[in-house]
Structure formats: C-alpha cells, structure tokens
C-alpha cells in the first residue's frame, strides 16, 4: 500500500508518485509549456542557484514568480542551491567557500564576476522570489567516501541549516500574511551518506522540527555505481512516512520503480531530457499499464537514434507511445533532424522521453 497518494498544495492536487523534470533555467530546452503539459508532466523543479544568477529574484519576484514568467501552470518544486553549488566548489578551486553560515560561491557571467552567499535565509528568501511551490532546504552535502569528521559536519550542518530555513519560512509565511491554502511547502533534506548511525542522528534531528516532507539527499550509489536500495529503504524507515518523500535526482526508470516500491513518492532527473538531446529514446517492451514491476524482465529500452539502420524506418519512436511525436512524426525523420542538426529534434525527442516518464508514473499509480 502506497502511503501518500495525493498532495494538495497551493490549490492543487497532485496525485503520486509523479516525476518532475529538470526546468534547470526556468526551461526545459527546446519545450514550451504546452509542450510539457501536453506529455502528461504535472510538475518541475528549477535550480534556485542559476535562477539566482540569471534573471535573478527581483525580476521573477515582479514578475509574481516562475509560473507567470514561463507560462507554467503546474506544480513548481525549487531546489536549495546546495547540491550545485557545493559540486562546483569540490570540482574546482576558485569557485568558492563553504562555511558554517552558508556557502559562497563566484560565477563568471557574460555580465561580469557573479558573487553571492547563500545562507540558509537567503536560500528560503530566493525560493519566495522564485514563487515555488515547494521548498527545499540548504543542506550540507555528505561527500562520497566521507571520513568520520565530514559525516559530522554534514550531519550537524544539515540540522543547524533546516532549522534556519524552517525559522525564516515560517515568519515569511507570516509577513506575507499567508492562508493555509496559500501557503508552499518546505522539504528538509536527510544526509548521513551510507552511515546508518549518521542518517539515525540527523533524522532525529529533523524530526523534531516538523517539516512538510522529507528529501533523500547524499550519495547512495554503491562501487558499481548501482543505486542502494538498502539504504534507501534506511532512509525511507528513518523518515515520517505519512508525509511526501522525495528522491532527489532519482533517476532512470528502475530506480524510480524501485524506489517508488519502497515509499518514494515524488522524483526529478535530468536523465530523460538530457538523453533526448543526446538521441537516446526510451521505449517500453510492452504498454506501460501492462508492466509488471515486480517481475525481473526487461520493461524497458533505449534506441540511439543515430543509427543507419533508422535511416527508412517510417515507423514511430515506440509503438507504445501516444506522444506528439510518436503520432505525428517517423524515427527516419527525427533521426534526419538530428543529422541536419535542426532544433526541432530537440524538442520532438524531448517530448517523446518526457511522455514515456509520464506513462511510467501513472502505471506506477496503477499499480502502488
Ligand atoms: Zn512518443
């Protein structure tokens, strides 16, 4: 029995588990809204850390936020910021500092040196500009491979952290005079990486501060490169579970079957649009509402588009696909789109792989 099926916020419902595509920018490349409305998506998260940047909140504040700015009229989730900013600090030096405060990191934009800190009011305070629906706490990112000292300091900065945010999301709630029925949401994040003992103490931690719903943050791959489900499970045991659990940045079709089974209700990836761009298709063995999760065969694939042997094949992208695209237009002439290097296979594959994760997660509906 899955725990939470819907999720009213701001006006609207939403069943679960959905997927939320990656609208990085304020955009999902090459797709107009209609485009992703008319693929069965219902909600997106954006990037707090590039919207910061580019335009920047007062513009999406006077705007009244990022659904009126991009004509969206779904649900909108902000991330923190934290995992991009806190993965460019550690790929590259220069790019900026993490203290017990926040993080500050620099930017080189066409319009000069970008520099900012982000505390955790900031974060919150940007994530209102934003006009989100739901809100994402800072979190301190447990590295892969922590020693005992970084499990402690992600651990105690995570709590120290979502405890801030949770401060400033309730008396912005309260300055802007919010009803319930106005009111976003606010996730915490739970790290601890694969430390059980960790995760244990900053649930507890979490716990207490009564957050609307919980997000599965860290790095919970193991040496193969395999999600873990085990601890995954840890992490879904260690959380409230009749609130709405989040994996964050999960994933590609089976880990989010996967975790879908274990209680997860509501998952992003850049895995569908990005591959679409980069001519991966994904198709399903059989109709999506005939899968059955649970067995060990095959329920899905991937064609590369670019292959020869697509070169006449007037057929669709999948049989099993109602999409725009796949009604519309062949695999031969997606495939002559991407060799003449027109735009217009962006879009039409984008669409296609967005409509295949939207059929995915109303099987999985179906079916939890
Ligand atoms: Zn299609």
Known sequence: MFPVKSLTVRGHTLELPDFFPDATKGVIRACSADDITTAGINGIIVNTYHLLTQPGPTVLEQFGGIKRY???????????????????????????????????????????????????????????????????????????????????????????????????????????????????????????????????????????????????????????????LDICRFYHECMEPDKPLYALGIGNPKAIADCANIGFAIFDCVLPTRDARHKRLYVFTKPADQIDFASPEKWYDYIYIQREKYIRDFSPISEFCDCYTCTNYTRAYVRHLFEIEDTLAYRLATIHNLRMYSMLMAALRKRL
Not at 134 to 145: A, K, V
Not at 173 to 186: F, G, I, N, T, V
């Open 70 to 228: 991009m004509n969206f009229p779904g649900t909108v989730i902000s991330d923190s910021g934290g995992w991009q900013m806190f993965s460019l600090i550690h790929r590259s030096d220069g790019m900026g500092t993490i203290s017990k405060d926040g993080v500050t990191f620099k930017k080189e934009t066409k319009n000069g040196t970008f520099k900012h800190k982000i505390t955790p009011e900031k974060c919150i305070q940007t994530q209102f500009a934003i006009g989100a629906d739901i809100m994402i706490c800072l979190d301190y990112f447990t590295p892969e491979n922590p020693s005992p000292t970084d499990l402690d300091i992600s651990v105690k900065r995570t709590v120290e952290w979502a405890q801030r945010c949770k401060e400033e999301f309730d008396l912005l709630c309260r300055q802007k005079k919010l009803s319930a029925d106005e009111k976003p949401l606010l996730f915490c994040v739970l790290q601890g990486g694969r430390d059980k003992a960790s995760v244990e103490k900053c649930a507890s931690g979490l716990r207490k501060l009564n957050f609307d719903g919980w997000g599965l943050g860290g790095w919970l791959f193991d040496e193969n490169m395999d999600l873990d």
